[in-house]
């Protein structure tokens, strides 16, 4: 991968009015010679009228598809206006865009096809971020599963701050996971020849708009990710093209 590679930054997004126009700035601060697209997943607020004010792109669905749905329009996004790279960056602010470099390394190196930021390997610790507890059991009991299945430690399978390499991109223009899609995506990855990698990174709480885990969702979580892995692991699986 050439230093010079085309990356977009992707901020998938509902209702995120008083918080998406902060993410935009603060990236177009620390980052201002990546581009950026905003993801508005249907948002019934004014999302992406304050997304674009604050200088990105925005591609506006006309029906909320989720996070999955939301994330896979803007591979769409990336392999339609050539993108290389895309870097993935939640809309709440949880994500601080100065670790973006790091997550861009191995990649551009060519040591990785997918780096996911994580809050919990050595030197990611941040005293002022707390998991709650119930979140941090999921989280470490996925983690665990994931790292048993692709043969490499992960300990933040959740984690939606990632970058990912172009021919990782051009897969999943086509085949990312709908609904709760991290741990799945993750392991697809794996068996389709791809590489994955963690780097540590520090997380800010939540703040803005609100979860695309419901209570409801959060109830059949669990039951949904063990099914969709088992369902990766019966997949065909071709090789991730060049």
Same mark, same amino acid.
């Given at each position: 991968?050439e ?10 997004a509902?209702?995120?009015t ?16 990546? =581009? &950026?697209?905003v993801?508005?997943?249907a948002?019934s =607020? ?10 990105s792109k925005?591609?506006?669905? !006309? ?12 591979y ?8 290389d790279?895309?870097v993935q960056?939640?809309?709440d602010?949880?994500?601080?865009p100065?670790?973006?470099g ?5 990649i551009l190196e060519g040591?990785? =096809?997918?780096v996911?930021g +994580?809050?919990y390997v050595?030197?990611?610790?941040d005293p =002022?971020?707390k ?10 009991? /996925? +983690?665990?599963l994931?790292?048993?299945?692709v ?6 399978v959740t984690?939606? /701050?990632?970058a990912?390499s172009?021919?990782v991109l051009?897969?999943?223009?086509d085949n990312?996971?709908?609904d709760?899609?991290?741990?799945e995506a993750?392991?697809l &990855?794996h ?8 780097? !540590?990174v ?7 708009g609100r979860?695309s885990t419901?209570?409801?969702k959060?109830?059949?979580y669990? /039951?949904k990710v063990? &099914?969709?892995?088992?369902?990766t692991?019966l997949?065909?699986?071709?090789r991730v093209g060049?």
């Amino acid at each position: 991968m050439e230093k010079n590679a085309r990356v977009l930054i992707v901020v998938p997004a509902h209702n995120e009015t008083g918080r998406i126009g902060e993410v935009v700035g603060e990236i177009r601060e620390k980052l201002p010679d990546i =581009d &950026i697209v905003v993801i508005d997943d249907a948002s019934s =607020d004014g999302t992406g009228a304050e997304a674009e004010a604050a200088g990105s792109k925005v591609v506006r669905l !006309p029906t909320n598809l989720g996070i999955g749905g939301a994330v896979q329009a803007g591979y769409k996004y990336a392999e339609r206006h050539g993108y290389d790279i895309v870097v993935q960056i939640d809309g709440d602010g949880q994500h601080d865009p100065g670790f973006v470099g790091r997550l861009l390394e191995p990649i551009l190196e060519g040591k990785a =096809d997918v780096v996911i930021g +994580s809050r919990y390997v050595p030197g990611a610790k941040d005293p =002022d971020y707390k998991t709650p507890f119930a979140r941090k059991v999921g989280i470490t009991l /996925f +983690s665990l599963l994931t790292s048993a299945i692709v043969g490499v430690r992960i300990t933040d399978v959740t984690s939606g /701050f990632r970058a990912v390499s172009g021919k990782v991109l051009r897969y999943y223009v086509d085949n990312y996971p709908a609904d709760f899609p991290d741990s799945e995506a993750t392991i697809l &990855i794996h068996y389709l020849g791809g590489r994955v990698r963690e780097i !540590p990174v520090h997380m800010r709480s939540r703040a803005g708009g609100r979860s695309s885990t419901t209570p409801i969702k959060s109830l059949y979580y669990p /039951f949904k990710v063990l &099914i969709a892995i088992l369902a990766t692991l019966l997949r065909e699986k071709p090789r991730v093209g060049e």
